[in-house]
């Protein structure tokens, strides 16, 4: 699933492309992908002419802020990334215009395309059709409970320590799977939350509550710096993640456990191993995180 640096990304990417433009027509052959309002002609008819002002991330949401007070919020779920380019319809196929990034078979799964005023589109690939399209009154979506449940973001200059430890000191259960609650943390998932842990030198299975003040300040400087590294890199593409372009990000270059099991730790050189709880498969050095440490 793309998390907070890939979505940051594709956001970045949309920015630079479809501001000011206005949407004209919406094409999908699996409908159910929009959920709000869940008529699809209603859907259309209502978003086609508004145009769009600005495009930001919350979480792992893709917002379009739009004219008359509108926003459209896609969430590309497991397997879904969103492209801006041109396509045609060729033997019941959406085929790229040019030859390039596009035509890379992980971006062929389209299911819904937005048609822009000046003939370009914003297409959603994703393979298991798990992505979900919403169309909310922009105030309505701001004071929605999924919104106001969502915690804090953790690139934002208001994420301090003292911010951090203070969502994270009283919650039960195993760290990795604390980070990964969007309510606690907004848009960390299982890549980051790898990463961050082998950083600071964390069993990925330690109660959060056993936590040390060094290991706090050691998790939030390692959380931090996996997230600007992410957005720096242009994400990770290990899987089905592209960006606005159909291009690969880079974070894989950096990647240091997540789905290196069976090879050697760039620290101490001790083999990662792979163990799954909480439904989540946790990549970690068992000598660099030891689960009893007392640091």
Request: glycine share 6%; proline share 3%; hydrophobic share 35%.
């Amino acid at each position: 699933m793309p998390e907070l640096p890939e979505v940051e990304t594709t956001v970045k990417g949309l920015s630079k492309k479809v501001l000011k433009r206005t949407f004209i027509n919406v094409w999908s052959d699996w409908e159910k992908l929009v959920k709000k309002p869940k008529d699809f002609k209603f859907f259309k008819k209502e978003l086609n002419g508004k145009s769009i002002n600005k495009v930001w991330r919350r979480a792992k949401n893709v917002i379009f802020e739009l004219s008359d007070g509108y926003s459209l919020l896609v969430h590309q779920k497991m397997t879904g990334h969103l492209m801006v380019g041109r396509w045609k319809l060729k033997n019941k196929k959406w085929k790229p215009i040019k030859k390039g990034p596009l035509e890379e078979k992980i971006n062929t799964f389209l299911h819904i395309i937005f048609f822009l005023d000046n003939g370009d589109m914003i297409a959603l690939s994703d393979v298991r059709k798990f992505a979900k399209v919403e169309l909310w009154k922009t105030a309505d979506l701001l004071n929605s409970l999924e919104f106001k449940k969502l915690g804090p973001e953790p690139l934002e200059k208001s994420f301090t320590f003292k911010k951090f430890k203070e969502v994270l000191k009283d919650k039960k259960g195993k760290i990795k799977q604390v980070l990964m609650v969007p309510e606690v943390i907004a848009g960390i998932g299982n890549i980051y939350s790898n990463e961050a842990l082998w950083w600071s030198k964390i069993h990925p299975e330690k109660s959060t509550i056993k936590l040390s003040e060094k290991e706090f300040k050691s998790l939030y400087s390692a959380v931090v710096k996996v997230l600007k590294m992410g957005v720096s890199l242009r994400g990770e593409s290990f899987s089905d993640y592209r960006d606005v372009e159909g291009k690969k990000g880079h974070f894989d270059t950096e990647r240091r456990v997540y789905k290196r099991e069976k090879e050697r730790c760039q620290r101490c050189k001790t083999m990662i191993i792979r163990k799954k709880f909480g439904g989540r498969s946790a990549f970690f050095c068992p000598k660099c995180q030891i689960l009893n440490s007392k640091s």
